[in-house]
């Protein structure tokens, strides 16, 4: 059976304006060639600094931005390619979470009616749909009492629960979900995950799963993806990207995590990459994360062919050649690195 969903070669670039008298900006590469697929009843994690294009990426999934290249195929149909009936069609089987709960939702709508929108839309008669929309409503843990009330009557993790019905109302088969717990309090976010968990297990359903918090996706995700300026850098099977993870960035990242042990806290020090992510609109030549990379420093230093940039001494292969997602560490662990065995 093919996956629930593959994407292959997805690229989305932003056109970067003008400056007020000189000349045009660089395009932001935004999404910048990224592949993967997700099983059906699978989490993948997406994961990366601000700016690394998780949302955009979500967003062409689901189409609700068009590629500037590339295809999706969500159950077995090309999404790419399909005419705005034939996306209508699959709607229902592909929806969103978003990640402001204040925001996403329609002040002027009750819960119910919410819920419902999205039934009556692909025809569902309204009195059938409000009454399903506070079905839903138990579903995620609310009363059907609270049918009636406004957005403005709920606390944010409340509101999360009522996109959350929302978007599995229809009985998708894949919710992309961004950052739907980022701007709840923890004891919040655990009650949210647990109700994720709980749909998935009962309904099946394919989750990919956006956030910037490593422990939040450690604890839903199957397997995780590492994105830096567009790319997905490193993607495995959840416990061998956190057991051993093989992309220098992603070692970075797993060594920001706050830990208790004050020895442990200051090896993370060392393996910081070095200055600010960059930016999509100026990406680096060879390898993107270049300029910031530990590990290029310390492969140069042992003598391999090397070259002056970023102000020191780095492999040439790390500036001149493109490292491409490929097997590291066995199994499905992939990882963009000319070096992937240095860690
Ligand atoms: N509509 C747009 N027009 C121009 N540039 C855009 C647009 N949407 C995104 N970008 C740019 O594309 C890049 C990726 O943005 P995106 O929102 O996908 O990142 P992200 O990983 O979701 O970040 P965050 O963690 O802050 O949500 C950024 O440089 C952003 O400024
Ligand atoms: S290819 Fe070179 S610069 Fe890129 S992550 Fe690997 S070691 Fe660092
Ligand atoms: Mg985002």
Redesign the pocket.
Known sequence: MSPLLEVEELRRSFSGGRTLFGPRKPDVRAVDGVSFTLGRGETLGLVGETGSGKSTLGRLVLRLIEPSAGRVRFEGEDVTAASSSGLRAMRPRMQMVFQDPYGSLDPRMTAAEIIAEPMTAHGVRRAEAMRRAADMLGRVGLSPAMAARYPNEFSGGQRQRIGIARAIALDPALVVLDEPVSALDVSVQAQILNLLADIQARSGVSFLFIAHDLAVVRHVSDRVAVMYLGRV?EMAPRDALYGAPR???TVSLLSAVPRPDPAKERAKARIRPIGEIGSAAALPS??R??PR?P??RL?AARGVDAVQAAGTR??R??VEQD?QLSPAGGGAHLA?????D?A
Request: with cysteine; aromatic share 14%; hydrophobic share 35%.
């Open positions: 850098v992309h220098p960035y060879g390898c994360f270049h990379c590990r290029a492969v780095l492999p292969a790390c490292p963009a690195c000319h070096f992937p240095e």
